[in-house]
């Protein structure tokens, strides 16, 4: 059992950091293979809208889900014949998504009944989620790029901790074994 979650994590670790030197190497693909994977879900999403619309009575009106179906199908479209400007809502997603997020976080830094420490980082994260979040919104064409060197690293980092998080369990693996004949020789 071990031996195999631990070649499982060292797989899944190999192919996150291959996927993280692909991002680094090529930002502009990785961009562009992020709208064709939100092109992807928008197409499965309007599937499942039909599929829901025609379900049964108890999914609500038919024409509801139709709707969401088409504006979900319109959506993929558009993905697929204007990546550009996709991508610059993609951005723009996530300028909002940070800018937001890096308020409360900085807000949440002053509430009570957190350690001074907790505070401090929560102040400080919020600050760099704003920075980044204006940074995002000023510079959407470079921020695109960004998004996609820090999709490489986040790969590589997590690659390289699944590697070692397998190799750590492999040896783990290999001294509960040992550990398991000490009954029968008792």
Do not use: C
């Not at 979040?133 to 996609?148: D, E, H, N, Q, S």
């Amino acid at each position: 059992m071990f031996k195999s979650s631990s070649t499982s994590l060292i797989l899944l670790g190999v192919l996150a950091v291959v996927v993280g030197i692909v991002a680094i190497a090529w930002p502009g693909v990785t961009v562009l293979a992020l709208v064709i994977l939100f092109a992807v879900y928008a197409f499965i999403a309007a599937g499942m809208q039909a599929a829901r619309a025609f379900s049964n009575r108890d999914a609500g009106p038919v024409f509801g889900h139709l709707l969401l179906g088409l504006i979900d199908l319109a959506a993929g479209v558009v993905a697929l014949v204007w990546p550009g400007p996709t991508a610059y809502v993609l951005v723009i997603i996530v300028a909002a998504w940070a800018l937001v997020g890096g308020v409360a976080e900085f807000f949440a830094g002053f509430q009570s009944g957190e350690t001074a420490g907790t505070r401090a980082l929560l102040i400080l994260s919020g600050l760099v989620s704003v920075a980044f979040g204006v940074l995002l919104f000023a510079r959407p064409g470079v921020g695109a790029v960004t998004l996609a060197l820090l999709f490489g690293l986040y790969a590589l980092i997590y690659g390289f901790s699944q590697i070692t998080a397998g190799i750590q369990v492999r040896r783990l693996g290999g001294d509960v074994q040992t550990l398991t004949h000490l009954p029968h020789a008792a």
